[in-house]
């Protein structure tokens, strides 16, 4: 079970991926934003925003998919940007 109360809740979770620590990614459509989960079901922190990928940042327009690669970069796929965005190992963790 994950702790979403920090969240407020999961909201509209339409992808989700774990990294090789374990690490739950959850890519959160009408949230606009990608949450991270220890493999307890502790919650570690959110990335995202509601905005246009063209803007600093990680903006997001309803992700639907996210993906760790085995180097731990981070992609997520947008709905409505239509972009996939790759974030380092490292960078939302």
Known sequence: MFDTSALGGLIVPVG???DSDGRVYVAEDQAHRVSVFQNTGDYLSSFGARGVATQA??????????RVAADGSIYVVDTWNPTFSRWASGVHR
């Open 57 to 66: 940042g990680a903006f997001f327009e309803r992700p639907h998919s996210v």
């Open 16 to 18: 989700i991926d774990v």
